[in-house]
């Protein structure tokens, strides 16, 4: 493909940057406004579920320290349904931090102060990767007479909310998106606690069994959640 025509593929793309820094939002939405991107802001977690429920980007740029939630809590439950890349944006300077998002789901990485050519190349760079994906975006997950709603994050049984935590939210959304794929012990781990819990496989069983006394109906012989033995687990819509 000529450089030409990926430049026309990406214009217009739509960009969704949350951002709670007033100048660091003016100066990033100007300038990539100034390279005919589309831009949708966001000041928290809360407003850009918002806008995601609203329309979805062809690409997010994150600040991590937000005010409501912590950005890598966005980019675990995003990156649970969506292939959409993320490149953050933060002023964070530790290495782990940076490995973190980028284990949990982010693309790329800026740390602050950047200039604009570097945060346009790093743009570019994303976009052109997401052209290369077909994946659909799926933010409602049905399985049995179960319903995930990935934006409102409510699960329902046929109609009624079931209450999870925080942790058996995530749980479930990491299996429930990889239908009928086994999943390892340090994926789920991995994208449910985050990368430092990979060897955790303790609390994986824990979990894994309080999920299965709120969503399966015989939790000692599981329909949706199975156990492959050594391995991880299963899910079986
Ligand atoms: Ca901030």
């Given amino acids: ?6 430049e026309n593929m990406s214009e217009g793309a ?3 940057l949350v951002e709670d820094d007033r100048h660091i939002r003016q100066f990033v939405a100007s300038a990539l406004e100034s390279e005919g991107y589309r831009i949708t802001t966001a000041t928290s977690v809360r407003e850009a579920n918002l806008a995601l429920g609203h329309n979805a980007p062809d690409l997010v740029v ?13 980019i675990r439950d ?3 349904w969506s292939a959409t890349p993320i490149l953050v944006l933060s002023a964070r300077v530790l290495e782990s931090e940076k490995v973190t998002a980028l284990d949990v789901g982010a693309d790329d990485y800026l740390t602050k102060p950047f200039g604009v050519s570097e945060l346009l190349a ?15 975006e799926q933010p409602l997950i049905r399985f049995g007479d179960f319903e995930i709603d990935c934006i409102g994050r409510v699960v329902r049984r ?3 909310s079931v209450h999870l935590t925080q942790i058996e939210y995530r749980l479930l959304l990491s299996l429930a998106t990889h239908p009928g794929r086994v999943m390892t012990h ?5 994208q449910v606690w985050g990368a430092e819990a990979v060897e955790s496989h303790q609390y994986l069983r824990v979990y894994v069994g309080h999920l299965r006394q709120k969503i399966e109906s015989e939790p000692a012989r599981p329909r ?3 156990t492959e033995s050594g391995v991880g687990y299963r899910f079986q819509p």
């Fill in 186 to 190: 340090r994926q789920l781990l991995a």
């Fill in 78 to 80: 995003y990156r649970a």
């Fill in 62 to 74: 994150l600040d991590l320290g937000l005010p409501d939630r912590d950005g890598l809590e966005f």
């Fill in 158 to 160: 046929a109609g009624e």
């Fill in 1 to 6: 493909m000529s450089e030409n025509m990926n």
């Fill in 224 to 226: 949706h959640i199975l």
């Fill in 14 to 16: 739509r960009i969704l």
């Fill in 122 to 136: 790093r743009v570019r760079a994303q976009l052109r990767r997401r052209q290369d994906w077909n994946e659909r």
